[in-house]
């Protein structure tokens, strides 16, 4: 029964979650609250670990969470329910998207998608800032605002903000430097 649960949960997700890998971290924290399979704290490692190895980061979360959840069996099937959605939509797309594509009801209809995908891709940001900045349990234990704050991990963040912007270089040297210095301070 687990396994259907799985593939039908990460079904929807890949339904719905238009935009990519980031736009499946809203439905993915729905899923943290609804089945508690995985923790934030392993939402948001697992989002560096994808965003670090080779794959799509939408198929390595469901992966990990079938995983998880259900083991090998369950990570085989999350991923295939995350990823049938956008095979079927393809192949129709593709029967019908030539015959299609200049008619101005479908430019219209991609042109909408944009800011959609846009607001999901932001609320995943979001929420990726919320757990990796802001510490809301151990400022609920005690009260004191200075607790609210990761100092850490906001000045990290800053600093490779600033080098992003200041030096232009590929993104993997920003996010090895990263691994290294979390490694290094045990972030």
């Known amino acids: 029964m687990i396994y259907l649960t799985i593939f039908l949960e990460f079904f929807k997700v890949g339904l719905f979650a238009i935009g990519g890998g980031l736009a499946t971290l809203p439905f993915l924290q ?3 609250c609804k089945y508690g399979w995985i923790t934030s704290a392993e939402l948001i490692d697992m989002i560096a670990i994808s965003e670090s190895t080779p794959g799509p980061i939408g198929i390595n979360a469901a992966t990990f969470v079938g995983y998880k959840t259900a083991g090998v069996m369950g990570g085989l099937t999350a991923t295939i329910g995350l990823v049938t959605p956008s095979i079927i939509i393809v192949v129709v797309i593709a029967h019908f998207f030539m015959k299609f594509s200049e008619q101005p009801i479908v430019r219209s209809g991609f042109y909408g998608l944009r800011p959609a995908v846009t607001g999901l891709i932001a609320s995943a940001g979001f929420e990726v800032a919320k757990v990796s900045l802001i510490n809301i349990n151990r400022y609920i234990k005690t009260y ?11 000045i990290l963040f800053l600093v490779v903000f600033y080098l992003i912007s200041k030096y232009k270089k590929h993104p993997v040297f920003y996010l090895i430097g990263a691994a290294i210095i979390g490694i290094l301070f045990k972030y």
Do not use: D
Request: proline fraction near 0%; avoid cysteine; charge should be negative.
């Open 30 to 32: 729905e899923l943290i």
């Open 144 to 154: 004191k605002l200075s607790e609210l704050f990761n100092y850490k991990e906001i």
